[in-house]
């Protein structure tokens, strides 16, 4: 029988999508004073592979990375999605905004390995973690790349994305 031991801390990913300068500074607060100080943050990059978010969110997408500096338990992750989705519901129902969704927040985390994002959405590819809530291994590091797969999203096959996760899994590597 095989030893248990904890999982090694990871580095906590958010990504915030938003055309409005306002909900990424109000989203930003609400993050830093959960999980404390950022790492490092992704240029904004344009949502330009999808227009599943048009209807709800808005024309004109950017989508910025936070890493946080604080270590981070990969089993929190369910209750970290929980969290994320109580903040966008609290930014839409102050009504500055006309859009029915003017925030998204999608959290997972990163280790040297692998690159892993929550959902509240079951699919074949995803595992149940609990609450409500599937993680799924959107891309994994091998041969000194990050590598998708058949169900990657189409965005995080960009490299500019992969650049900014090598950035995060060296900061990682650094920690410690």
Not at 85 to 90: H, I, L, R, S, V
Request: proline content about 7%.
């Amino acid at each position: 029988m095989g030893q248990l031991r904890s999982h090694p801390p990871v580095l906590l990913l958010t990504a915030v999508i938003t055309r409005h300068e306002a909900a990424f500074a109000w989203a930003q607060e609400r993050l830093i004073e959960q999980w404390g100080p950022i790492a490092l943050a992704s240029p904004t990059f344009a949502v330009v592979e999808t227009d599943y978010y048009t209807p709800t969110m808005g024309p004109n997408l950017g989508k910025t990375f936070l890493a946080f500096d604080r270590p981070y338990d990969p089993g929190d992750v369910g209750s970290t999605k929980h969290q994320t989705n109580d903040w966008e519901a609290e930014y839409a129902a102050l009504g500055r905004h006309e859009e029915s969704r003017p925030l998204n927040l999608d959290p997972g985390y990163l280790t040297s390995a692998k690159v892993v994002l929550s959902s509240t959405k079951d699919h074949a590819h995803r595992i149940y973690v609990g609450q409500g809530m599937y993680a799924e291994i959107t891309l994994f590091y091998r041969h000194g790349a990050w590598q998708s797969h058949e169900f990657t999203f189409p965005d995080y096959r960009r490299p500019d994305y992969h650049a900014f996760f090598t950035a995060c899994r060296n900061h990682l590597k650094l920690r410690g």
